[in-house]
């Protein structure tokens, strides 16, 4: 069995679903779980109905809805219409879903207030109204497919809006599901990002999350490969909105692959690594637009190359300062430091100490002002905004010799404000002025990846 998802833009409009389609009709031999999000934009188009209608906007509300209802119409139409019968059919349980999708935005409307409990609900229609679409056209072209309901499989904590998975439940459900729809049937279809808590109550993932779904799903049924299908040839060596010359990776090892997707690369949410580790699953990235590429193979350490792999950085972070004589020759200073993070529920991402001194970086994002009123009651504090954070990434590199060298010759002109070379091997991370980030992945990735003999005359 193969677990194979297939992302918004993969399923945006008939010519994607058509390509999709032929995708999954070539991999029938191995039984595929498709695993499907919402067409492209409908989730986004599904957070701005639930604003609308919390803030009793029934203009707006309505016509968003409306908008809603005949793209999944006006698709169902282009991708059926050789099958009147199934056309008609799912013409109905469109409306059926959209009949439903309307009542509680209505309601929402009405009251004016909304809890996160039926903002799950509002925002699971994208990929039920996808996967249902995308399940008809797959038996019009002769596939037959079943349709499973995420929600009954995918059991998640209570938090309605980023639900995290219970992966006990989720082992225990799936295979019975998929086995029990596989019968007599050539594939199965189910839809990502979408859940429900042990009470039965809708929950979604979180944004992106669909990859998830289908690495849970994978691990679950002990899939032999998950397939994420997207719209790029792979992970690349760095982001290409940054760097013009970046190189496609063929394979990567769930380690790099994990920190990479830390840095939002974009191409895999980062949760997706986890599930398919435990069970030691091979992850393919690939590119429905170009279904013949070869993609990027995220396997076991052991089967990857030491050497670097990618730059990544962190555009916009703040480097937190701690200062204090205190710190000299005492024990549980860093207990008391973290634990002020730790309850203001501030994500901490590199850190580096000294005798006197802890410096940590957190995103810009993170509301830190309690942080930093609580530290200042024991200790100085610096913060240093519009900073940026590099990550040069590759499996064994800070073994490798002449590394460092390398990392950092590039750089000598610029400021380097905190260094961190992680336990793991895989990661050696700085940090440089935001105005500077541009300029110091370009040379960093011209030197690691397009120019290494550059190097050399220093
Ligand atoms: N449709 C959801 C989103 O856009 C989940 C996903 O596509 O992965 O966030
Ligand atoms: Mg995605």
């Given at each position: 069995m193969i677990v194979m998802k297939f992302g918004g833009t993969s399923v945006a409009n008939f010519e994607a679903i058509t390509r999709t389609i032929s995708i999954i009709e070539s991999k029938l031999d191995s039984r595929p779980v498709v695993v499907v999000s919402a067409l492209s934009k409908v989730t986004d188009l599904l957070y701005k109905i639930s604003d609308a209608a919390a803030a009793r906007n029934q203009e707006e509300t309505s016509g968003l809805l409306s908008a809603l209802r005949s793209r999944h119409a006006g698709l169902a139409e282009e991708l059926l219409h050789e099958s009147p019968a199934l056309l008609e059919e799912a013409m109905v349980r469109v409306n059926a879903l959209c009949d439903e999708l309307d009542g509680i935005a209505n309601a929402v409307c009405a009251l004016g207030e909304l809890s996160d409990r039926n903002k799950a609900i509002i925002i699971s229609f994208g990929e039920r109204l996808s996967s249902t679409v995308i399940c008809f056209a797959m038996n019009a072209k002769g596939i037959r497919t079943n349709f499973i309901d995420a929600r009954k499989m995918m059991i998640t904590s209570?938090?309605?809006?980023?639900g995290e998975p219970v992966e006990e439940e989720i082992c225990a459900r799936v295979p019975a599901m998929v086995t029990e729809a596989y019968s007599g049937m050539d594939a199965v279809i189910t839809q990502g990002f979408i859940g429900s808590n042990l009470k039965g109550e809708q929950t979604v993932l979180g944004r992106g999350g669909s990859d998830y779904s289908a690495s849970l799903i994978g691990m679950a049924v002990g899939a032999q490969q998950i397939e994420i299908w997207t719209d790029v040839d792979g992970v690349r060596t760095a982001d290409p909105r940054k760097v013009e010359n970046t190189l496609c990776l063929e394979r990567i090892s769930f380690e790099e692959a994990a920190e990479m997707a830390h840095f939002g690369a974009?191409?895999?949410?980062?949760?997706?690594?986890e599930p398919a580790v435990k069970k030691c699953i091979p992850i393919y990235v690939l590119n429905s637009m170009n279904p013949s590429g070869k993609g990027t193979a995220i396997l076991r350490s052991e089967l990857i190359e030491d050497g670097v792999k990618s730059v990544s950085f962190k555009e916009n972070i703040r480097v937190i300062n701690i200062f204090s004589m205190?710190?000299?020759?005492?024990?549980?200073f860093l207990r008391r430091v973290f634990e002020i993070f730790s309850e203001n529920k501030v994500s901490v991402d590199l850190i580096s100490t000294s005798e006197a001194n802890i410096s940590v970086t957190v995103d810009?994002?993170?509301?830190i002002d309690k942080v930093v009123e609580e530290l200042s009651s024991f200790a100085d504090v610096i913060v240093d905004e519009d900073k940026s954070q590099v990550s040069v990434i590759g499996k064994n590199i800070v073994r490798l010799n002449g590394m460092l060298k390398k990392t950092f010759t590039p750089l000598r002109r610029c400021n380097v404000y905190m260094i961190s070379q992680g336990a793991s091997f895989v990661n050696i991370s700085f940090v440089v002025d935001r105005e500077e980030l541009t300029d110091v992945v370009k040379e960093l990735h011209r030197h690691l990846f397009e120019h290494p003999e550059e190097l050399e005359a220093f």
């Open positions: 209570d938090a309605y809006l980023k974009k191409v895999l949410h980062p949760l997706t690594i205190k710190m000299i020759n005492t024990s549980g810009s994002s993170e509301k």
